[in-house]
C-alpha cells in the first residue's frame, strides 16, 4: 500500500482568485493554465498497519504544523469519499523541487502529487479528472496540475468543477523565465489573500467579470498560436488580480520593491523590440513568458538589472506520472 507520483506546478495565465463555496473549493471563474517542466513535487504515501501514527515529511524533515493538518485532512477527505475510512496510519513523505509557499505554486504540485500516490496507494484506480476533483478539495490549483500543456479548470458544482487538458502538446514557441528574488515563506498565504479579496475589495465584480472576458481572449490565442496576445493578455489579467488586493479593506499586496524593478525592466526589454511579458502569482517572484529567440537577451539583461536573483527557464511540463 505505497505509491510515488510526480506532479509538476502550473502557472496561471488566467487567474483563480477567490472562492464561491470555500468548504467544496469552487471557483468565482474558470482559470487556464500552463504546466512547468522545471517545477514539479515527488510525494510517496503509504499505509501500513506497523505506523503507530500519521507523519508528514516535507524536504526531508518531519513536519508538525499548520501544513501537516492540511494534509491530514486532505487524507481523510479522500479516504472518506472513497470509503476507504478503515485504512490504517500513513505516512506521507514529499519533497519539493519548487521553494514552498513563495508564490510559485507549491500548493498545485504539493496537492496534485499527494492526492494522486495517496489515491494509488489505495489500490484504486481513478481517471485524471476524478483525481483532479479530490485534488481541489487540498488547493484548487492543484485541479490544472493533473494536466500537461495548457490546461484549465472550470466552474461548477464539487462533481462538475475539475481540471482539463486544453493541449497536453502545445505547439506554441512559449518559455518562462522565473525570476526569483525572494523564496522565502509569504506573509499572507493564497487561501487568506483572495478571501479577505472577495470579501472587503470593491473591484472584486469587476474582477470576475474581466477573468471571463479574459479566458474567450486567451482561449483564441492559444487556438491561434498567438504569442503576443497570449502574452498581453496574460500581463493584464494578472495586473487586474493584483488590482483587487490593493482595493481589499485592508489593502495588502505581494509587490515588494525588486517585483516593481522586474515589472520595469520588462517594460524596458520590450521597449528595446524584446518582446517578453509578465505574470505573477501570489507572491513576489515575477515570471516572464517569451520565445526561444530572446531567452539569451532577457538573462543578460536580468542579470544586470537585478544580480542577485536566481533565474529558472521553463517550458511546457507533463501531467500527473507514477514513480512507483
Ligand atoms: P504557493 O504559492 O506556493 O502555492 P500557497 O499559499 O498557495 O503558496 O500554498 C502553500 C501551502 O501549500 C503550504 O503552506 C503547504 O500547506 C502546502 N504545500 C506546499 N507544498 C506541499 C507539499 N509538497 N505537500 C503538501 N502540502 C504542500
Ligand atoms: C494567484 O490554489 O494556492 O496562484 O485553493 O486556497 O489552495 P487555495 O489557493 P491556491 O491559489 C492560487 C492563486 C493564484 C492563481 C492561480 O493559480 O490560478
Ligand atoms: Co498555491
Not at 272 to 281: E, K, P, V
Amino acid at each position: 500500500m505505497k505509491a510515488t507520483a510526480r506532479a509538476h506546478t502550473n502557472i496561471a495565465l488566467i487567474k483563480y482568485w477567490g472562492k464561491k463555496n470555500q468548504n467544496f473549493i469552487l471557483p468565482y471563474n474558470s482559470s487556464l493554465s500552463m504546466t512547468l517542466d522545471a517545477f514539479y513535487t515527488d510525494t510517496t504515501v503509504e499505509f501500513s498497519s506497523g505506523f503507530t501514527t500519521n507523519q508528514f515529511y516535507l524536504n526531508g524533515e518531519l513536519v508538525n504544523d499548520e501544513m501537516t493538518d492540511r494534509v491530514f485532512n486532505h487524507i481523510h477527505k479522500i479516504k472518506t469519499l472513497l470509503n476507504q475510512l478503515d485504512l490504517p496510519n500513513f505516512t506521507v513523505t514529499s519533497t519539493n523541487h519548487v521553494p514552498t509557499a513563495a508564490g510559485l505554486a507549491s500548493s498545485s504540485s504539493g496537492f496534485a502529487a499527494l492526492t494522486a500516490a495517496a489515491v494509488k496507494a489505495m489500490g484504486l484506480d481513478l481517471s485524471k479528472s476524478e483525481l483532479s476533483r479530490l485534488a481541489r478539495l487540498g488547493s484548487g490549483s492543484a485541479t490544472r496540475s493533473l494536466f500537461g500543456g495548457f490546461a484549465m479548470w472550470s466552474t461548477g458544482n464539487d462533481l462538475t468543477s475539475v481540471g482539463s487538458a486544453i493541449d497536453e502538446h502545445p505547439e506554441m514557441d512559449l518559455h518562462l523565465l522565473a525570476i526569483e528574488t525572494n523564496g522565502a515563506r509569504k506573509k499572507i498565504p493564497s487561501r487568506s489573500g483572495m478571501q479577505n479579496t472577495v470579501e472587503t475589495s470593491a473591484y472584486y465584480d469587476a474582477w470576475v467579470q474581466k477573468a471571463k472576458n479574459d479566458l474567450d481572449l486567451m482561449t483564441y490565442a492559444i487556438k491561434q498560436n498567438d504569442f503576443e496576445l497570449l502574452g498581453k493578455v496574460a500581463e493584464n489579467n494578472a495586473m487586474a488580480m493584483h488590482a483587487t488586493n490593493l482595493a481589499a479593506v485592508p489593502s495588502f499586496t505581494y509587490f515588494e520593491p525588486d517585483t516593481l524593478v522586474a515589472m520595469q525592466a520588462v517594460q524596458e526589454l520590450r521597449n528595446n523590440g524584446i518582446s517578453c511579458y509578465y505574470t505573477l502569482d501570489a507572491g513576489p517572484n515575477l515570471k516572464i513568458l517569451t520565445q526561444s529567440k530572446n531567452i539569451d537577451a532577457i538573462k543578460a539583461y536580468f542579470n544586470k538589472k537585478l544580480p542577485k536573483a536566481t533565474i529558472i527557464q521553463a517550458t511546457f511540463g507533463p501531467g500527473i506520472q507514477y514513480l512507483s
